[in-house]
Every structure is written in C-alpha cells, then in structure tokens.
C-alpha cells in the first residue's frame, strides 16, 4: 500500500524558535497534500490544504504567516511552524492524496511537536 | 448540520461479537467513502474504501453503504481486544474534498 513518512516524529523546542517538519510520499505522487492538528482527545483538524507549484490554502482561523508551507515536488511537503509557542504543542499529522485511487488519503505516521 | 456525523461513542462491545458503527453525510453527490482507524497517540490508518451501493467485505471488516439514505457503516465481525480504537469515517465530496467525521470511541471488553 501507499506510503506517507514524516519527520521528525518527536521534537521538542523553545519558546520562540521554528519548527520544520517533513511530509514525503514514498510510493506514489501526491499533487495534493494536507496538513491536520490534533490534541489530546480532539477529532483532526484540518490547518491547510497544500499543492504542488502553488500556494496552499488554509482553513479558517490558521494564520498563514506562522504555519508555513512549502509543496515543491510531487512527493514533499514541509510545514514550518514559525515563532512557536507552547499552545503550538499538538500532535501534526499529514496526508497525501493518491488520484490513482480514487481520491484515497494516506497518512504518515504524525510529528508530536512540545515547545517549552 | 454537520457535513459528516458520527456517534462519538465510546461503544462498547464484548469480545466476539459484531461492532457496528454507523456515519450520515450531508452532500448527496459524494462518489468516495472511507473507513479510518486510529490508536490512541497514533495517525489514522486506512482500513476499508467504498464507492458503491451495497456491501465490501475485507477479511472481519464489511463496509455498507446507502446513497439514498446518505448513510455509511462498518461492521467489524468477531471483535478483538486490538479493535479498539477511534473509528473514523470519510466521505469525498463532490468537489473533491475529503471531509472527516469526530469519529466513534469503539471498546472491546474481554
């Protein structure tokens, strides 16, 4: 089956500093990516929809400037959280779309991210 | 109304027993439906596709579903203790985008 890595999986940070955090699909192109937040006990909430060659398109109340990202090829995304602070801290899952499979989304495997 | 609902559960079922867990949706041109598991502190896995009306069986999992009624289910045949998880529920709408449920809290209890 279709394959979707992340890195790092654990990182822990200070207050202030940026955060960047990696969204491959191994096995497959992914033209679309997205981007979700979860904490502890809460459903996903999706924070961005990423495209290949252009610019993503975030959800309401997600400030664009501080969670940037990057989709520069067909099998990379990259979510930099910019200034983090501690309410920062979740769990940042990604998903890549498979359009050969008819719109199926795979997810990696998540990034815990907790800022000090 | 919510685009796709879900009972949050927790539902509890004994060990052996059928696990059924049901999810509406509110977009009538939806063509995709998904089932996601996810363990507590992990990512949701893919577990079970639909796109047609009826039934898919894969192994103890059977996904239904009814597009008149706008309705989606899973049953998990011979529950284990390992089924235990958020189940999460998918729909792709017509415009192509992929909608959540707040999933459903299953337990199965020895």
């Known amino acids: 089956g279709a394959v979707v890595s992340q890195h790092p999986s654990w990182v822990i940070c200070k207050s202030g500093t940026s955060v960047k955090i990696e969204c491959r699909s191994l096995?497959?192109?992914?033209?679309?990516m997205f981007w979700y937040r979860q904490f502890p006990k809460q459903s996903l909430m999706l924070m961005a929809t990423?495209?290949?060659?252009?610019?993503?398109?975030?959800e309401q109340g997600v400030e664009k400037d501080k969670f940037l990202i990057n989709h520069a090829s067909l099998t990379l995304s990259t979510l930099t959280v910019t200034s983090a602070h501690p309410e920062d801290s979740s769990f940042y899952i990604c998903?890549?779309?498979?359009?050969?499979?008819?719109?199926?989304?795979?997810f990696g495997p998540g990034t815990r991210l907790l800022v000090l | 109304q919510k685009e796709v609902e879900q009972n949050s559960g927790p539902l509890s079922v004994p060990e052996g027993a059928i696990a059924s867990l049901n999810c509406t949706y509110s977009?009538?041109?939806?063509?995709?439906f998904f089932w996601y598991r996810q363990y507590s502190g992990k990512s949701p896995e893919l577990i079970m596709s639909?796109?047609?009306?009826g039934d898919k069986e894969d192994g103890r999992f059977t996904a239904q579903l009814n597009k008149a009624s706008q309705y989606v289910s899973l049953l998990i045949r011979d529950s284990q203790p390992s089924d235990s998880a958020t189940y999460l529920c998918?729909?792709?709408?017509?415009?192509?985008?992929?909608?959540f449920g707040s999933g459903t809290r299953l337990s199965i209890r020895p």
């Open positions: 639909i796109y047609s009306n």
């Open positions: 998918a729909v792709a709408s017509s415009a192509s985008k992929i909608i």
């Open positions: 998903s890549a779309r498979d359009r050969t499979v008819r719109e199926t989304q795979y």
């Open positions: 990423s495209n290949e060659g252009s610019k993503a398109t975030y």
């Open positions: 096995d497959f192109q992914a033209t679309t």
């Open positions: 977009d009538r041109g939806s063509q995709s």
